[in-house]
């Protein structure tokens, strides 16, 4: 199990740009694909981006897509979401998540990621 603790959520008017960090702890980070999910309130959690262990290859959500960038420090120990051109229906609680890279099967989704953080709130104005 990797511990995650999310940072750097906050307000942000329409157009503007927030970056958050994960921060992982307890096993090496490069053995996990990491992604980042968001939820918003009444609506199911949904996926916004992923990144391979090593960084090699990244997705992305359709709406978010050009807008959101997925990197990682894997001697740090963080993943990190920065998030320009934000939208008011960006607004929502963003989960950082942890999945085993041997799992086979759709990474786009909840399912096959193992560890979660505790989640940061991200609301934008306007």
């Known amino acids: 199990q990797v511990q995650l603790v999310e940072s750097g959520g906050g307000l942000v008017q329409a157009g503007g740009s927030l970056r958050l960090s994960c921060a992982a702890s307890g096993r090496t980070l490069s053995s996990y694909r990491m992604g980042w999910f968001r939820q918003a309130p009444g609506k199911d959690r949904e996926f916004v981006a992923t990144i391979s262990r090593y960084g090699e290859t990244t997705a992305y959500a359709d709406s978010v897509k050009g807008r959101f960038t997925i990197s990682r420090d894997n001697a740090k120990s963080t993943v990190s979401l920065q998030m320009n051109s934000l939208k008011p229906e960006d607004t929502a609680v963003y989960y950082c998540?942890?999945?085993?890279?041997?799992?086979?099967?759709?990474?786009?989704?909840?399912?096959?990621?193992?560890?979660w953080g505790q989640g940061t709130q991200v609301t934008v104005s306007s």
């Open positions: 998540a942890a999945r085993w890279s041997y799992i086979s099967g759709v990474v786009t989704t909840t399912v096959g990621y193992n560890d």
